[in-house]
């Protein structure tokens, strides 16, 4: 290992020191011999014009559509994740490419589709970052809306640096303990300032996948929902269930009535509840 030639990545607080030509944990950004960036910049692995609510938006343009794309790789390890083939990824896997100003070009020619912009999700968004940043210039230029849907799991910075270019985010909020992050291998406190902080800037919404034995406490909620009322009562709280995926088969899909009873349970602090994939 050449300890000169040897960069840290600034994007999440991984902070992956990188020699040469070596790939962070995300999967998706290197040390390219004079900077990090993303290994994934313009590699589509999926793209769709979806509901807004799909992403889930239920209180951003309704009734609209948004064309959503998504790369490879993801800075956490969720066991129980929903989207497990393209997020645990890597370059690999068969991609499209798609530079900004053909992403924005097929963007704008869908409007008479009532598409608004551009989503990125699918898997993490911020591990590609220079292309959600490049492309989401474009969309201002024309007026179209830039959406991200992300695990939240961002450094500050980095964060900061391209909230002026973003309009929306949906924000997992995995659940409301560090140790249930320890699990997936991330910050519960670096989610929570990214909520805080996207919130004094852009329209944001959150999601909680509810997993039996891991976060389905009413406690938990309360918690949760308590303190995302502290920032504002009228931050969307969607309560999603679960179904057996990736590494967690050994449990049933979450029970409904234990959805609809949480989000009862959330409503006593927030305005706007809605529960999920029931």
């Avoid at 050449?2 to 950004?29: F, Y």
């Amino acid at each position: 290992m050449n300890d000169e030639k040897i960069l840290t990545c600034e994007i999440c607080p991984h902070h992956c020191r990188l020699d040469v030509g070596e790939i962070g944990k995300c999967r998706a950004r290197y040390n390219n011999g004079e900077k990090i960036t993303a290994l994934n910049y313009g590699r589509i692995t999926s793209i769709a014009l979806d509901p807004i609510e799909k992403k889930p938006l239920y209180r951003f343009f309704p009734g609209s559509a948004i064309l959503s794309v998504g790369s490879f790789g993801c800075n956490l390890n969720c066991p129980f994740c929903q989207n497990y083939e393209i997020s645990m990824a890597d370059a690999n896997f068969p991609t499209r490419n798609l530079t900004p100003e053909e992403l924005v070009s097929i963007a704008m020619e869908l409007r008479g589709r009532k598409n608004i912009g551009v989503a990125f999700t699918y898997n993490e968004p911020f591990i590609s970052y220079e292309y959600v940043r490049d492309t989401s210039n474009l969309l201002k230029a024309v007026g179209l809306k830039s959406v991200l849907v992300t695990n939240g799991t961002v450094a500050g910075g980095a964060l900061k640096k391209i909230l002026h270019l973003i309009d929306a985010m949906n924000i997992d909020l995995k659940g409301f303990s560090q140790k249930i992050y320890n699990v997936l291998g991330g910050d519960f406190e670096t989610v929570k300032r990214t909520i805080k902080t996207a919130a004094e800037s852009c329209h944001v919404e959150v999601t909680t996948l509810i997993v039996p034995r891991m976060n389905d406490s009413e406690e938990e909620m309360d918690a949760e929902a308590r303190w995302l009322a502290s920032i504002s009562k009228d931050i969307p709280l969607h309560v999603s269930r679960f179904f057996p995926r990736y590494k967690v088969t050994d449990r049933p899909p979450t029970d409904v009535g234990v959805v609809y009873r949480l989000a009862e349970v959330a409503r006593r602090h927030l305005n706007f509840v809605y529960t999920g994939n029931c």
